[in-house]
């Protein structure tokens, strides 16, 4: 399915914004443990970060809005759909703007060649982001 989604145009770039340079997700099982941390965080409790379910609605003008859309079409096109509860509880993240559906699919690599270490410093402890950066940079 992925490498249909290469060949058809405008497509590719959009998964090489996404995902990188390889244009693979991580797996299944990554994505479902990084999901878990924006919404048990630390003692079951929902990390503040993950915020509003209608961003995109309010945002529909703005491009970077209209270009996550996209993603999530490819990304339900892809089948990488979060069972629910999860995906109608996962939204987007306050601190660094992303929609968390599609981040928790990203392979860190591609994060860290966008990012430093420093930048996550402030996210909660929990936080997949801070502890995967962190752990790259041992």
């Not at 995902?19 to 479902?32: R, Y």
């Not at 990390?47 to 509003?52: E, G, H, K, L, T």
């Not at 069972?83 to 703007?97: A, D, I, R, V």
Request: some cysteine; proline content about 7%.
């Amino acid at each position: 399915m992925i490498k249909d989604l290469k060949q058809m145009a405008g497509a590719a770039p959009i998964l090489l914004d996404w995902l990188g340079e390889g244009m693979e997700p991580v797996s299944s099982l990554i994505a479902l443990e990084r999901v878990k941390s924006c919404l048990y965080g630390f003692n079951g409790e929902k990390c503040p970060n993950n915020i509003s379910p209608n961003w995109a609605q309010k945002h529909l003008s703005d491009p970077i809005a209209r270009v996550m859309l996209k993603q999530l079409l490819i990304r339900n096109e892809l089948k990488m759909a979060l069972p629910e509860p999860l995906e109608s509880k996962t939204h987007y993240c306050s601190k660094c703007g992303c929609n968390i559906r599609l981040k928790i699919h990203v392979p860190i690599k591609h994060i860290s060649s966008h990012h430093s270490v420093e930048e996550f410093k402030e996210y909660p402890t929990f936080c997949w982001l801070r502890l995967e950066m962190e752990a790259l940079s041992l």
